[in-house]
């Protein structure tokens, strides 16, 4: 008991230091992988839709996939997982720690780099390093899909001009018969530039919801 | 230039001498009156109307003088006027008028408030909302008893006049000086253009505060009626706040909410429709000053509630009228209200006490700055993007005051308080201090600290379409890690509101639409005006690139649903580029809005004749005609909607290819535009983009929030 409660700290030190979150917080986000897969080892997709929370959200697949996406996890592999570990569960949860107050520029900027590049994974979903007009009207298909009124072509429409626009402020002329192929990451961190994502993409992780926690571990 | 204004000067003192002289000259059998003269019959409206016309010109003038307005700051220049204006008058021997605080608090506060109210910012007020509440609630707290107690200390050192003031009135004096004034911050913020965050919580913290300041204000003056205070009165004291704040927020909102019902009828009569927003609000406000409620609150509340649904339900037309009324009615309101100060110093009794004045205003500012510092300690272990010491700096040095301090003052009755005028006096220089001194250096400071300005963000449907998932993002997020934060609350507040308030409180089938949809569609619409705003003075005829048009005509037709619609299409069709619009929340400098309704219309029929002379230059193009998606209407605007299309990409080309690439850089446009509904999808956005034109963002399309 005694051993694998400091080998537990330990591990959970490690991960601090990987991950930047305190020990408090791995404490806490450990409680809540184990109510989430009831006591297992591993987290499977099956453990997140179970939350109903997420069930009325309109992008949770994506937000499942991300969890479960190894360009998430630090490899330079592609594909997904099956099940993850606590470890990558904190791993995926480390892009939304907020940054710390006073950290240098350079380091702000690599922070949103990460952000903007978790987000580019999300819409990326076969994994070639480019986001495709498909893609892209998928992504927008979800967010209206909670409005059964919306037709397909309006988000079409959108999808369509949203990748004009990306074309227009990236690109700028093309010839005639240049074809535009889809968004790369470096386009995406420019036209999303603006919106200071490494304030907004952010949550605290205090106050967990472990009333419904089973004791005893 | 300053001959004039002087001249305006002198025939208004003139004005104001001759309001008061005697006309009836009764004898017994006189001469049939040709020509008489009946001032007293108009003297109200007149005077009233010669004041407003004074302050207007006076507004003129300084926009008129080069370097001026970009020294000092309106608020400034405005109290010179009233002084020089009050010199005058009392040269000429009257009585110069006092600011009657029930005709500023009746006529001349409401409209600044309903203007800063109806177009706040919602989505950085609510999260900075437990920023703003601790600074305006604590904050004020801290500020009056601090400089009630202090000033009490000092006045029991100081031998003499001072000795005789009590703890409770230094109290009160500390209560109606240490509230930060939202007119004064307006008036200088507004041009300073700093970033959003800041903007918001000193506005906000200067919004909220008076319910604070209400109820000191209250609780002060029984208590000196009373003589005694217990520990019972106190807590009253504390309960009156929550019933003050709370009341005026639940009173604003059902005038809201009553008001956004009844927009949702008005599509008969859309000439009254701006009638009723500014009425239901002005009725909030008032409600809330019969029961000793936070008028302020109400009327913010108000504002803010109905906004959403307002907004859906009106037309385009009615949306313009309310925002230039509101912006040109708290515009005046704020140009009499300093012009007022200024004159009011000049009238009313003071009585100067070094010691008290120096103190008063030494005090002011130390409070302020150790308000703001222990205050940002505290918040910054709860927030996520934590206050620098330049914002904290800037949030301090923005605690300005202004003409409710002195106007709360003014009511006090001389019975209870004989050092009233020492109060009036020290008042008017802590706002004289404040405005002045903050206000004219407040500009080079924030150019000296380098604090972040605001951001002319653009208007871009990908930046709009990644907030909305970012926002889903994180509640989802939040979802798994078990935490029901701020974006889980707002997610089940959008919810809420879609399911149940959207469906009574808007008409029709706009009650079904999408944030995300009715943003693209105001986008489109702007963008399709601004394009034909553009090609109205593009000289079609040669290949010569044209500048973009300043004048406008003045035709003003209804463009009609079908219309409106068409141009959506040559949108879909041919989103190129976003031309914006400066974002600005500034009372001063209105937003040149594309005159959307009026020349539309002509433009797209004066194009469709000037089309049919450019279609022999595509001749090599096959001119696939379009098939109108199955929703659509006669055949008439159909063809209309071809022949306006090619133009419009024209006037694109024209723009931005000159000389040789021209010929190469319009016919891919017009294949892309002609093929887009067809062709296959890489092909689809082969987009021969123009080049980056210079960028301004629209208001309120952000403001759909």
């Known amino acids: ?217 | 230039m300053k001959m004039l204004l002087l001249l305006l000067l002198l025939g208004f003192g003139c004005g104001l001498v001759f309001c008061d002289q005697n006309t009836s000259d009764p004898h017994g059998r006189r001469v049939f009156p040709v020509l008489s003269i009946n001032y007293d019959y108009v003297q109200m409206p007149f005077e009233v109307s010669l004041w407003i016309l004074l302050a207007s010109l006076m507004k003129l003038g300084f926009h008129l003088i080069p370097r001026l307005s970009g020294v000092v700051p309106e608020s400034c220049l405005l109290i010179v006027v009233g002084l020089l204006v009050g010199g005058l008058i009392r040269v000429m021997g009257k009585n110069p008028p006092v600011l009657d605080s029930q005709l500023f608090f009746l006529c001349l506060l409401p409209p600044i408030i309903l203007d800063a109210g109806y177009f706040l910012p919602i989505r950085p007020f609510t999260e900075n909302a437990g920023t703003i509440l601790t600074f305006a609630v604590v904050g004020t707290l801290w500020n009056a008893f601090f400089v009630g107690a202090a000033l009490y200390g000092v006045c029991r050192l100081e031998s003499g006049r001072l000795a005789s003031f009590d703890l409770l009135s230094c109290l009160l004096f500390g209560s109606i000086v240490s509230a930060v004034d939202p007119v004064a911050v307006l008036a200088v913020f507004e041009e300073i253009h700093i970033n959003e965050l800041l903007h918001i919580l000193v506005f906000g913290e200067s919004l909220l505060n008076d319910a604070v300041t209400v109820v000191l204000y209250h609780l002060f003056e029984e208590f000196a009626h009373a003589g005694a205070v217990t520990a019972g009165d106190v807590f009253l004291g504390v309960v009156c706040f929550f019933v003050v704040a709370l009341g005026g927020v639940m009173v604003g909102a059902v005038y809201g909410v009553l008001a956004a019902f009844t927009s949702r009828f008005t599509s008969h009569t859309r000439v009254i429709e701006p009638l009723f927003v500014f009425l239901y609000s002005y009725m909030a406000y008032l409600s809330a000053e019969v029961f000793h409620l936070s008028g302020i609150m109400a009327l913010i509340a108000c504002g803010v509630v109905m906004r959403p649904y307002v907004e859906a339900n009106i037309s385009h037309k009615s949306y313009t009228t309310i925002k230039y009324f509101l912006k040109m009615w708290s515009s005046v309101s704020e140009t009499l209200i300093f012009i007022f100060l200024g004159v009011s110093t000049v009238a009313g009794p003071h009585a100067w006490n070094w010691t008290f004045v120096t103190i008063t205003i030494f005090l002011c500012l130390l409070s302020r700055v150790l308000g703001v510092v222990g205050l940002t300690y505290i918040i910054n272990k709860y927030r996520m993007v934590k206050l620098s010491g330049k914002d904290q700096f800037i949030v301090a040095y923005g605690g300005l005051r202004g003409a409710i301090a002195f106007s709360l003052a003014f009511l006090l009755s001389r019975d209870d308080f004989p050092m009233k005028d020492m109060f009036l006096t020290a008042i008017i220089t802590v706002i004289f201090f404040t405005v002045f001194v903050q206000g004219m250096t407040i500009r080079p400071l924030v150019d000296l600290l380098a604090v972040k300005k605001r951001k002319q963000s653009k208007c871009s449907i990908n930046e709009e379409i990644h907030t909305q998932f970012l926002e889903h993002l994180l509640a989802g997020i939040e979802g798994v890690c078990g935490h029901y934060g701020h974006h889980h609350w707002r997610d089940k507040l959008n919810r809420f509101n879609k399911h149940y308030i959207k469906r009574c409180l808007i008409g029709g089938e706009r009650s079904q639409e999408p944030k995300l949809i009715s943003f693209y569609n105001k986008m489109e619409l702007k963008q399709a005006l601004m394009l034909l705003e553009s090609n109205s003075s593009a000289n079609l005829s040669t290949a010569v690139t044209a500048a973009v048009p300043r004048q406008r005509s003045r035709k003003t037709l209804n463009i009609s649903k079908e219309r409106e619609e068409e141009i959506r299409k040559i949108l879909r069709a041919n989103l190129q580029k976003t031309r914006q619009r400066l974002r600005s929340y500034s009372r001063h400098t209105l937003m040149p809005d594309a005159e959307d309704d009026d020349w539309s219309e002509t433009l797209l029929r004066k194009q469709r004749v000037e089309m049919e002379r450019k279609m022999s230059h595509f001749l090599t193009v096959p001119a696939r005609r379009e098939s109108p998606p199955a929703r659509r209407a006669p055949v008439e605007s159909d063809s209309r909607a071809l022949a306006a299309r090619p133009s419009v990409l024209i006037s694109i080309s024209d723009e931005t290819s000159d000389g040789p690439r021209e010929s190469r850089g319009r016919k891919p446009s017009v294949k892309f535009a002609l093929d887009a509904e067809e062709q296959k999808l890489p092909r689809c956005l082969s987009d021969p983009g123009p080049d980056q034109l210079p960028e301004e963002d629209e208001e309120h399309i952000h403001q759909t929030d």
């Open chain 1, 1 to 217: 008991m005694g051993a694998s409660q400091s080998g537990r700290v330990h591990k959970f030190q490690e991960l601090a230091d990987k991950t930047g979150f305190s020990i408090e917080q791995i404490k806490n986000l450990h409680s809540r992988f184990t109510y989430l897969t009831q006591d297992e080892d591993t987290l499977r997709r099956e453990h997140l839709e179970n939350i109903s929370n997420l069930a009325i959200n309109p992008i949770r697949r994506q937000i499942i996939e991300a969890f479960f996406d190894k360009r998430n996890l630090g490899e330079n592999e592609k594909g997904c997982l099956q099940e993850i570990s606590f470890e990558e569960f904190v791993t995926v949860l480390s892009f939304f720690r907020p940054p710390k107050p006073r950290i240098p520029d350079e380091e702000m900027k690599n922070i949103r780099k990460e952000k903007l590049r978790f987000l580019f994974n999300m819409h990326d979903t076969d994994n070639d390093g480019v986001i495709t007009l498909d893609e892209y009207r998928r992504v927008v298909e979800e967010l209206l899909s909670s409005y059964e009124t919306i037709g397909a072509e309006t988000a079409k429409a959108i999808s369509d001009g949203a990748m004009l626009e990306v074309a227009s402020v990236t690109v700028g002329q093309m010839g005639p018969d240049e074809f535009y192929e889809g968004i790369t990451f470096e386009q995406f961190m420019q036209i999303l530039q603006n919106l200071e994502i490494e304030t907004k993409m952010n949550i605290h992780f205090w106050n967990l919801d472990t009333t419904t926690m089973k004791c005893g571990k």
